[in-house]
């Protein structure tokens, strides 16, 4: 697998247990790997961002995000088909305009994983 293939991890089911749930087997920790892979990079967490601030079922038009960003579309096109590739996002093209949302419960899973419980009388 080439560094710009990502494979879509499993959507609609949990991807991996809390952390402080269960240690995670090797391949849920290659599977989360690669969507925090993805997040890694500061455009495309600005570009998830922008996605996931239209909230639950919100949209953006890819010519919403290219002028947020100094760099060519062709760029901002790459790094959008990587957070594709990671399973975070989807996208339609509308005559000549992509565009974008956040697949349903991928943010969701991802808080879960990170999410740690908190014992009972412990300090927040």
Do not use: N
Request: charged share 20%; hydrophobic share 40%; proline share 6%.
């Amino acid at each position: 697998m080439s560094k710009q293939e990502l494979e879509v991890i499993g959507q609609g089911t949990a991807c991996c247990p809390g952390l402080s749930t269960a240690p995670l087997d090797e391949d849920q920790a290659a599977d989360l790997a690669k969507v925090f892979k993805a997040l890694g990079d500061p455009v495309r967490l600005r570009l998830m961002s922008m996605i996931a601030s239209r909230g639950e079922g919100g949209e953006v038009c890819v010519c919403e995000l290219t002028p947020a960003f100094d760099l060519s579309q062709p760029t901002i096109s790459h790094h959008l088909k990587l957070l594709r590739q990671a399973g975070l996002i989807d996208c339609e093209r509308r005559g000549t305009w992509v565009y974008y949302w956040v697949l349903p419960g991928v943010l969701d899973r991802l808080a879960a994983f990170l999410t740690t419980t908190q014992p009972a009388g412990a300090p927040a």
